[in-house]
């Protein structure tokens, strides 16, 4: 019963597994919590969602001046075709870590529902997050993870 015990208490302190998504070439990417990171933030996302491509913005500027500052920001299009997906960036000038969850399973595992939706992962776990946010929330939420974001 003791080593039952130790072994459920093992599993539970391991860190979440790595996330399989695809890049926009189309190959198999696993994101996971650097052990030098401080933060990732996954936005999920789609281009029918009229709150989710307007935080787009928000986070492709907060990007820039997280760079260095331990906090990895990724984006994932949720259920849209590659080109869909492509087409956006380019109009748009996004230069965001754009990954693509093409049916939906990661999205479902790990938020169930609505869009946008955000995954907060730090050595202290995984948070999600459902709704959209301001710029100003965004930036209250950044620096809480180690980046100061405000937009000057």
């Known amino acids: ?53 307007e935080e787009l913005g928000v986070l492709d500027r907060a990007m820039e001046r997280c760079a260095g500052a331990g906090v990895r920001m990724l984006t994932v299009n949720v259920g849209e075709d590659l080109d869909t997906v492509q087409r956006y960036a380019a109009e748009h000038g996004l230069r965001l870590g754009l990954l693509r969850d093409p049916g939906g399973a990661v999205w479902r595992a790990v938020t169930g529902v609505g869009l946008p939706a955000n995954l907060v992962w730090t050595p202290a776990g995984r948070r999600v997050e459902l709704g959209p946010r301001s710029a100003a929330r965004w930036a209250d939420e950044l620096e809480r993870l180690g980046c100061h974001a405000a937009e000057p």
Do not use: K, N, Q, Y
Not at 13 to 33: F, I, Y
């Open 1 to 53: 019963m003791r080593i039952l015990a130790a072994l459920l208490l093992l599993g539970a302190a391991s860190p979440p597994a790595p996330l399989a998504l695809t890049d926009l070439r189309g190959e198999r990417v696993e994101v996971a919590l650097a052990p030098d990171e401080g933060a990732l933030v996954l936005h999920f996302w789609a281009t029918w969602c009229p709150s989710c491509v």
